[in-house]
């Protein structure tokens, strides 16, 4: 008999809505995010609204894709990425293995003093929640435009034919995410994995004959859980259970 159906978002995937920063930057652009990376997500870009670009930086180098309504852009892991806002740039961000990216699948470009063990690095990167919102915004503020000025020396090492800033900082981050990988992998396994498993027990049913797993069919809907939060990048409307 057929497994039963996973209850997650088609193949486990994560969803959010995203306003990106309309701050100026401390290199001169009209507005923009945190740069980042993911250590075992890719993630996809739908924009919805508005122009700017996506930066990226990787051991092969910097690259800037433009973003306006229509593009869909995306990024494999340790792809470190920067938007760009130059006008109402809007995004719904969708994302690999559902809610890992919240469990802290991410590590910002901060210098490299702050990113010696989990709880400097958590010290660096907090969110005041419990501070009024203006105390939220400079927070975030704060450490966007720190990883910006790390972000600019790495990308300059990186032209300049010197990788080790850029490895440093991708041993460094490996190293911080290292105590979470235990519960990184039971939410794989409850979602992805789960997803890909029901679909392999769907195509064994149907190769018997067995399509008694169809009567199981339902439909889910829900708003956001939180709204306009604030993210590495601006804005965020997220979804609960996505």
Do not use: K
């Not at 792809?79 to 130059?86: A, G, M, P, Q, S």
């Not at 994302?95 to 469990?103: D, R, V």
């Not at 966007?144 to 981050?173: I, K, M, Q, V, W």
Request: with cysteine; proline share 7%.
């Amino acid at each position: 008999m057929v497994s039963a159906l996973h209850d997650g978002f088609p193949a486990a995937v994560g969803v959010s809505r995203l306003r990106v920063y309309d701050w100026p930057t401390v290199d001169g652009l009209p507005g923009g995010g945190t740069p980042h990376l993911h250590l075992t997500c890719s993630e996809g870009y739908v924009v919805t609204a508005g122009h700017g670009a996506v930066q990226t930086l990787t051991v092969s180098g910097y690259r800037e894709t433009p973003l306006e309504p229509g593009v869909v852009a995306w990024f494999t892991p340790g792809t470190i990425h920067r938007l760009v806002n130059e006008g109402g740039l809007e995004i719904t961000v969708v994302m690999q293995n559902s809610g890992l990216p919240e469990a802290g699948d991410a590590v910002l470009t901060l210098p490299q003093e702050f990113l010696t063990d989990p709880a400097t690095y958590a010290d660096a990167v907090r969110i005041p929640a419990d501070e009024p919102e203006a105390v939220q915004a400079q927070a975030a503020r704060a450490r966007r435009d720190l990883a910006t000025r790390r972000f600019h020396e790495l990308r300059e090492s990186t032209a300049a034919g010197d990788p080790e800033p850029l490895a440093a900082f991708l041993r460094s981050a490996a190293a911080l995410v290292r105590p979470r990988l235990d519960a990184w992998e039971e939410r794989w396994r409850a979602g992805a994995h789960a997803a890909a498993s029901a679909t392999q027990d769907q195509l064994n049913a149907l190769r018997g004959q067995d399509g008694r797993y169809l009567a199981e069919a339902r439909v889910a809907a829900t708003g956001p859980s939180a709204r306009g939060r604030f993210g590495m990048c601006g804005r965020l409307d997220v979804y609960p259970g996505i």
